[in-house]
């Protein structure tokens, strides 16, 4: 499993799921990570994640494919 830290923007509490998956480049493209997310294939925090725009915030751990991405402040 690929372990990524993301940290979220001085100032900003959230991230949207589908910009994370394209930020931390687990996806190519912001269709790809929309199509994932619909699909059931994102988890977040052990549950499956089908809001595209969820917002993601410090502690949550999302696990994609080979990836586990976790939200720092």
């Given at each position: 499993m690929n372990k990524i830290a993301f940290t979220l923007r001085e100032g900003e509490t959230f991230i949207p799921l589908i910009q994370l998956l394209k930020a931390t480049h687990v996806?190519?493209?912001g269709s790809e990570a929309q199509n994932v997310v619909v699909e059931g294939m994102v988890e977040?925090?052990?549950?499956v994640e089908l809001r595209k725009r969820a917002k993601i915030v410090a502690g949550d751990v999302i696990r994609f494919a080979d990836f586990e991405i976790t939200v720092q402040e």
């Open positions: 996806v190519y493209s977040r925090n052990g549950e």
